[in-house]
Nanobody, 124 residues
Framework: QVQLVESGGGLVQAGGSLRLSCVASGRTFDTYAMGWFRQAPGKEREFVAGISWAGGSIFYGDSVRGRFTISRDNAKNTVYLQMNSLKPEDTAVYYC?????????????????WGQGTQVTVSS
């Protein structure tokens, strides 16, 4: 079992930055690909970013590429999402996710574990 706990959400003005953190419990954190999804009110949950277990493979959703950066520290069982140049349309609940295979990290149906989510609100 892996439990994921996100933090770092909040209210920020457009153009600002936030860094989200996700701490995982369990000894097998470094065997999982990790990712972030988000869900805005009335919209489907969408993939934001994913990172392989060793950090060597990273990819992003089209709407955040160039503005967001995902990273991980396996010694701290933590994955991060640095969000820069935030826009009002980035407002959503952000969820941390873990998948047993990197090829699965962008597919909601193949996620093994989810965090509870953290709210990010970007004001215009």
């Amino acid at each position: 079992q892996v439990q994921l706990v996100e933090s770092g959400g909040g209210l920020v003005q457009a153009g600002g930055s936030l860094r989200l953190s996700c701490v995982a419990s369990g000894r097998t954190f470094d065997t999982y690909a990790m990712g972030w999804f988000r869900q805005a009110p009335g919209k489907e949950r969408e993939f934001v970013a994913g990172i392989s277990w060793a950090g060597g493979s990273i990819f992003y959703g089209d709407s955040v590429r160039g503005r967001f950066t995902i990273s991980r520290d396996n010694a701290k069982n933590t994955v991060y999402l640095q969000m820069n140049s935030l826009k009002p349309e980035d407002t959503a609940v952000y969820y941390c996710a873990a998948a047993g295979r990197m090829r699965s990290i962008a597919a909601m149906s193949e996620i093994d574990y989810w965090g509870q989510g953290t709210q990010v609100t970007v004001s215009s």
